[in-house]
């Protein structure tokens, strides 16, 4: 098994290599941009490596791991927009609206989403398209309630806007590895405290979120209860999960 | 086999009582505003008569219909803001931006694209989902080229910005009553014929395209031949394609 450092170099080539839809002619360049961001691509390697777990092989998954990529990426293009978020950089450059100008980000961040379909699509099983499709409307859902503040929960709003694509990550390797539905549940578990394990440390690296609310060692303290649970849920599937087990120990110590 | 005015009475009700998908929370209130904008539903109804006409029944095409019609409208409300077309008013009322803000109709606009693909993917037949999402691809293709006024060839732009749904409409319906790829072609044809005959009927009622670069008189003439052209395909095509030839009579006639 490749370990995560192995997975998102796949992801990285993959991405630079992939053949964009011709008919979006020189719209392919803010797409690229985006995408080459140089992100930490965690979705992804999640992907890998819980499709690689569960017997799939990283050639099979790669299609389904970049979609899942795409859809966070145009994400970022979308929120990123004056009218959301206004976030100007990204990644220490020039977000893509800033660089292409408003009106090429709008339709780049469309491009990306329907080129994370068409991706989805590759496979013969509806599956990944469908728990893409779903992660996505959530993701757009929890925008929606972060940018109006018409939320009263933070853990629900989190759910929504990190959460659900985490769960589509893995979720997305189960179908392409054909685990059946009734083995998908501690995968899927493994993957909620994933997602929340990840928006804690964010919160606790830009101090926010979980950190107001709690304070921070009380943040720390539930980081740390979601690693344990996390491992527990790793514990329930029957299959070499190491390298799973190694990602939630880095997101738990990531600092950046 | 339905008239066209009893099609589109049929996608107005499937619209109004469209189930989308709770996540979407208070966001399902722009993204209704933007479905009920009152339009002709030409696309929907063109998916519904070539399906009944190829032996699907209406109950089976109604979902890939309205993700046809959904995508058109999320065309529309992200070329209406203002960093695209900037346009305040669509069919009398005020275009989603104009009544919710930038930011909310950058959302619904991705929320109706996503929904499109949630219906398209209620078939088994993957066939029904790939259609939509080329269609998607080649549509902000399309509008990448005129917003950048990169384009040299106005068809080509037409093919894109409007063909590829108008094909959509016709491919969805395709798939969902079965018709083996080998029988497709004229079904194709005669899509690509309604989508011109569409665009020149647009540019003779605005005075645009086809009338700048041809003449009135001209592009008058090259409806006609269109519409000819239109009805020879159905004429290849082995079953009752007369609400077809109906509703390509009243797309020659219309005066809005």
Same mark, same amino acid.
Request: charged share 25%; with cysteine; glycine share 8%.
């Given at each position: 098994?490749?370990?995560?450092?192995?997975?998102?170099?796949?992801?990285?080539?993959?991405?630079?290599?992939?053949?964009?839809?011709?008919?979006?002619?020189?719209?392919?360049?803010?797409?690229?941009?985006?995408?080459?961001?140089?992100?930490?691509?965690?979705?992804?390697?999640? =992907?890998?490596?819980?499709?690689?777990?569960?017997?799939?092989?990283?050639? #099979?998954?790669?299609?389904?791991?970049?979609?899942?990529?795409?859809?966070?990426?145009?994400?970022?293009?979308?929120?990123?927009?004056?009218? $959301?978020?206004?976030?100007?950089?990204?990644?220490?450059?020039?977000?893509?609206?800033?660089?292409?100008?408003?009106?090429?980000?709008?339709?780049?961040?469309?491009?990306?989403?329907?080129?994370?379909?068409? $991706?989805?699509?590759?496979?013969?099983?509806?599956?990944?398209?469908?728990?893409?499709? #779903?992660?996505?409307?959530?993701?757009?859902?929890? #925008?929606?309630?972060?940018?109006?503040?018409?939320?009263?929960?933070?853990?629900?709003?989190?759910?929504?806007?990190?959460?659900?694509?985490?769960?589509?990550?893995?979720? =997305?390797?189960?179908?392409?590895?054909?685990?059946?539905?009734? @083995?998908?549940?501690?995968?899927?578990?493994?993957?909620?405290?994933?997602?929340?394990?990840?928006?804690?440390?964010?919160?606790?690296?830009?101090?926010?979120?979980?950190?107001?609310?709690?304070?921070?060692?009380?943040?720390?303290?539930?980081?740390?209860?979601?690693?344990?649970?996390?491992?527990?849920?790793?514990?329930?599937?029957?299959? @070499?999960?190491?390298?799973?087990?190694?990602?939630?120990?880095?997101?738990?110590?990531?600092?950046?």
């Amino acid at each position: 098994m490749r370990t995560p450092d192995e997975h998102r170099a796949l992801v990285d080539g993959y991405l630079d290599e992939l053949a964009l839809t011709p008919e979006l002619g020189a719209l392919a360049e803010p797409v690229r941009y985006a995408l080459e961001g140089g992100g930490k691509r965690i979705r992804p390697v999640l =992907c890998l490596a819980a499709g690689e777990a569960a017997g799939s092989d990283a050639e #099979q998954l790669l299609p389904a791991a970049a979609a899942v990529e795409l859809v966070h990426t145009f994400s970022l293009v979308h929120d990123d927009l004056p009218a $959301l978020d206004d976030d100007a950089l990204r990644r220490g450059r020039p977000s893509a609206h800033a660089r292409f100008g408003e009106g090429i980000a709008i339709l780049a961040g469309d491009a990306l989403l329907a080129e994370a379909f068409r $991706l989805a699509l590759s496979y013969a099983t509806p599956g990944v398209a469908r728990e893409l499709t #779903q992660a996505t409307l959530a993701m757009i859902g929890g #925008q929606y309630l972060d940018v109006t503040g018409s939320h009263d929960d933070v853990a629900a709003l989190h759910r929504l806007k990190t959460g659900a694509l985490f769960g589509a990550s893995i979720g =997305c390797a189960l179908w392409v590895a054909e685990v059946p539905e009734r @083995d998908q549940r501690p995968w899927r578990e493994f993957a909620d405290e994933v997602g929340l394990l990840f928006q804690i440390v964010d919160d606790i690296l830009d101090d926010d979120g979980y950190v107001l609310s709690l304070g921070r060692e009380s943040a720390r303290g539930l980081a740390d209860e979601t690693v344990e649970r996390a491992h527990a849920r790793l514990g329930e599937i029957d299959a @070499d999960t190491s390298v799973l087990a190694e990602i939630v120990a880095a997101l738990a110590a990531r600092t950046s």
